[in-house]
Structure formats: structure tokens, C-alpha cells
């Protein structure tokens, strides 16, 4: 199947001010491209791309005073197939798993396992260990947290997820991977496009999404805590330890988003 994606997304900025944005998609979804994504900025500005520690484009742009607008779309093949299922997966001890996942184990800027460890242990140690723990945990957040997108705050961490109840799709992911990582599996937080499609259609604004990988059996795998349902769709964008690794934005001085809309919709071959 092929998904045209794509945004339109402003900032405002009183003074020149250093922007890095993390809007490409993931590499390993590079080969799926149909069309070439071109980022546009009006007014035209200089962009430096890289790749950061975690393998994800970045974006550098100096944003000139005033209103700066940033486009791109672009089409992709995807293969129609929801998440991976497997629920024989098993979880690692710790001295066996590869030493680039274990920073995927400790705590970070939104996710404080220490803060979290005995709640998660009385919650989950009786489960096996494995596929079933990890369904176990995204259940309870699921369960656990109500969404909203007037509950979005930038600052809510985890543990202020688990005790307030409500967020946004960010919260249910920061709770679930920072449970597991409580339970030594090892979990990575992901960002990017997920439409509604195999899904009945909602009325709010396409946003980007948030969702999360746990390391089991010695791969990888999708889970969402948020809808709690294997999706079908989705294209990455970015991961790392949490939401401070894969910000969409991050503004070195002040930029106040004066704009902001996201596309993702199966597109007809």
C-alpha cells in the first residue's frame, strides 16, 4: 500500500534564533520512499543535516526574525501489515542482552525508573516474563492514563503521568517504557505518522504519534500504549531514550509555533 505523509508547520521568532528539527523520517524507512521528501523553508534559509547518536536525521537551521514556514510531503510504501505479533518472544537477563541496548534500561530525562521500580515490580513481577509482561504493562497504562489533548503539557514526566491519570500520547509511552525498563526489558521511545488506517476515522487533528519498541528474544518490537491495538501504518521518524531525544523542535532562544498541521491518509495507487 502506499501513505502520502507530510506537514506544514510555522514558527515565529522575535530575533535569529537556532532551530533543530527532527522531521525527517527514520532511515531505515529511506528505501520505502516513492517520492523524494524536500524540506522547504519560506522565507528560503540555509538547512544542515546530520545523524545523531541515535541514528536520526537532524535538521539545523538559523530562523530568521519574523514567521518561518516548513513543508514537505512525500509518498511511501508500507506493507499493509500491522504490527509484528509474538507473543513467544522472551525476555533477556540483563548479562545477555548486547551492550547497545542496556542504555535502553536506564532512566532518563521523562522516565524515572527509580522513582517507578517498586510500583512496577509489585505490579508485574508475577507475570511471566516476556511478551505477556510487556502486554501486561501496556494494558495498565492504557487503563491508567486518560487522553486528551487538553491534558498536553511538555513537562509531565512518568511518574507525574502515573499519578495525574491523563495526557497525550507521549505520557502513555513514557509510563510504559519506563515500567518496563523497571522490569529490565529494555525500551526505546519512537515518534512519527500514524494515520487511521484499518481504524475507524477520529475527528481530532492529525498530530504526530508516539509509541514505543521493547528489545525481546534479541529484536525488537512495537507495542502502543496509547491505543493499545496492532496499527497498521506507521512511519517513523525518530527514537531514543524519551521525548528529549526526538523533539520535533527544539529552540535555542525563543520560537513560538504559530502553525501546525500533519497529514498521513493511504493514498490510492
Known sequence: MLIRAGYDIAFNAPNPTPLLLMLSIHPEREPDLQTQPQMMFDPPIPAHHYRDAFGNVCTRVLAPPGLLRITDQFTIADSGEPDLHAPDAQQLPVEELPDEVLVYLLGSRYCETDRLSDTAWSLFGHITPGWARVQAIVEYVHDRISFGYEHARATRTAYEGFIERRGVC?????????????????????????????????????????????YLGGKWYTFDARHNRRRIGRILMARGRDATDVAISTAFGSAWLAGFEVITYQQES
Open 170 to 214: 507521549r505520557d502513555f509511552a513514557h509510563l510504559a517504557v519506563t515500567l518496563c525498563r523497571c522490569m529490565n526489558i529494555p525500551a526505546r521511545y519512537c515518534t512519527g505518522y500514524l494515520g487511521d488506517i484499518g481504524v475507524p476515522p477520529v475527528e481530532d487533528p492529525m498530530d504526530f504519534s508516539a509509541w514505543f519498541d521493547v
